[in-house]
């Protein structure tokens, strides 16, 4: 599985943006989904979780102001980002674990300028 992830770029403190993740397979028997981002200098860190029962978990420094979703027929899975902040600025990466594998998308930025 290919994941290809988009929707990053420069927006405003306060605005908001919605990533994309297209799956060049199916997801439909993927155990979870995530996003992750990486600050610079920093490590990697989880910020939302889905299950393929539909529960989630979200980072306490995004829960309330990102939305992770899921489209099965489309095989995509999605981010949405509001009520950004400067510290929301960094690379984010789509995960799926899938038959025992995790499988990661190349990243896409999101910078907030204050």
């Known amino acids: 599985v290919q994941l290809q992830a988009c929707g990053g770029g420069l927006v405003q403190a306060g605005g908001s943006l919605r990533l994309s993740c297209a799956a060049s397979g199916s997801i439909f028997s993927a155990n979870s989904m995530a996003w992750y981002r990486q600050i610079t200098g920093k490590a990697r860190e989880m910020v939302a979780h889905?299950?393929?029962?539909?529960?989630?978990a979200y980072a306490e420094s995004v829960k309330g102001r990102f939305t992770i979703s899921t489209d099965i027929v489309k095989s995509t899975l999605y981010l949405q980002l509001s009520s950004l902040k400067p510290e929301d600025t960094a690379v984010y990466y789509c995960?799926?674990?899938?038959?025992?594998?995790?499988?990661w998308g190349k990243g896409t930025q999101v910078t907030v300028s204050s």
């Open positions: 995960q799926i674990s899938l038959n025992g594998m995790d499988f």
């Open positions: 889905i299950t393929r029962s539909g529960n989630t």
